[in-house]
């Protein structure tokens, strides 16, 4: 982090499974020492989206934390994904006083074990009480987080967030206001919407997070200065060109690696599956297995990788890889 501020290619990583569906600290490990190979990664993310952190259950969360943590500690930052246990089901939204307490819990632990940050989501699986706004909840809900860490807090608002529990302009000031609320992940493509959130917190210390790596350019243009996205698991080191160019005024080369990441992000059929099998060969044995979506009506499992997938995208990562070497 720089000046305490999250910055650079923020790695939102895989969660690694035993084919019984439970974690495999193990393999995760193997993991996170691939990734850091890369030297590319500033920040690893730990129950992100990618990583299936709609699948995990109340002792998942404290695994993969103690197992993280202590991994990596000394070695560089981690965050950890700390919102209470939902599965996104619309339908069926948890006990918002049982959510919080865990979110509450998993920031207090998270922060004993060493992290260096935690995630949270908007809260959209608590329903405003009688007489409260979303945007109501959003404010009592991470200032009861922030009251329960010294932790960096970062707000993720992921693909397909509800539409009234999406930050505005005059919501992300006043979050920027509460203690210890330090950025957003904004995953979006949608430019007019990221750079209007990011110039309302420009006077704050606070980061705009492209959760988007397909738009990481436009992003800088707007004020991000990190980037979480699949890429920053499979090919940090290309969005770290981005940055690294643009920071230059390189604008013609920061747009040439953009170009690279997009096609990346568009050739690939389940990035989770192929990344785990690629590492394999690499010499970080792991399953590829992934948790099965079943118990949410609005979220499906990836459609699993082929041979064929597989292969067929190898050699474009490879080549756009070797554009990039230092």
């Not at 969660?15 to 495999?24: I, K, M, Q, S």
């Not at 922060?111 to 940050?117: L, M, N, P, R, V």
């Not at 953009?258 to 992000?265: G, I, K, P």
């Not at 394999?280 to 118990?295: A, H, I, L, Q, W």
Request: glycine letters at 6%.
């Amino acid at each position: 982090m720089m000046n305490g501020l999250a910055h650079g290619v923020i790695a939102p990583v895989f969660t690694v499974f035993h084919d019984d569906g439970a974690l495999d600290d193990k393999g995760q490990c193997h993991l996170l020492d691939a990734l850091m190979e890369t030297k590319s990664i500033t920040a690893y993310f730990l129950r992100s989206g990618l990583g299936q952190m709609y699948t995990f259950s109340y002792e998942d969360v404290v695994q993969i934390t103690k197992n993280a943590c202590a991994h990596l500690a000394g070695k560089a930052p981690v965050y950890i994904g700390a919102a209470g246990i939902w599965n996104r089901n619309w339908d069926r939204r948890p006990d918002p006083e049982v959510y919080t307490r865990q979110a509450v819990a998993f920031s207090k632990l998270a922060e004993d074990e060493g992290a260096s940050a935690v995630v949270h989501t908007m809260p959209e699986a608590i329903l405003p009480r009688e007489g409260q706004t979303p945007e109501d909840v959003s404010i009592e809900y991470f200032e009861r987080i922030s009251n329960a860490t010294k932790l960096p807090i970062y707000l993720y608002q992921p693909p397909g967030t509800e539409q009234r529990f999406r930050v505005t302009p005059d919501l992300v000031r006043r979050l920027a206001d509460v203690p210890r609320v330090k950025g957003l992940k904004l995953s979006t493509t949608d430019a007019e919407y990221f750079f209007n959130v990011t110039w309302a917190i420009q006077d704050k210390e606070f980061v705009s997070i492209s959760g988007a790596e397909t738009a990481f350019y436009p992003a800088l243009c707007c004020g991000a200065k990190a980037v979480i996205g699949q890429g920053a698991c499979i090919s940090p080191r290309v969005l770290k060109t981005i940055q690294e160019r643009f920071d230059r005024g390189d604008y013609a080369g920061a747009m040439e690696a953009q170009r690279s990441a997009n096609l990346l992000v568009e050739r690939i059929a389940n990035a989770v599956e192929f990344f785990k099998r690629y590492l394999n060969e690499k010499g970080y044995p792991m399953s590829p297995f992934t948790r099965p979506v079943t118990d949410n009506p609005y979220w499906k499992s990836a459609h699993p990788l082929t041979d064929d997938d597989y292969h067929a995208y190898k050699p474009i990562l490879e080549a756009e890889l070797a554009r990039y070497v230092d």
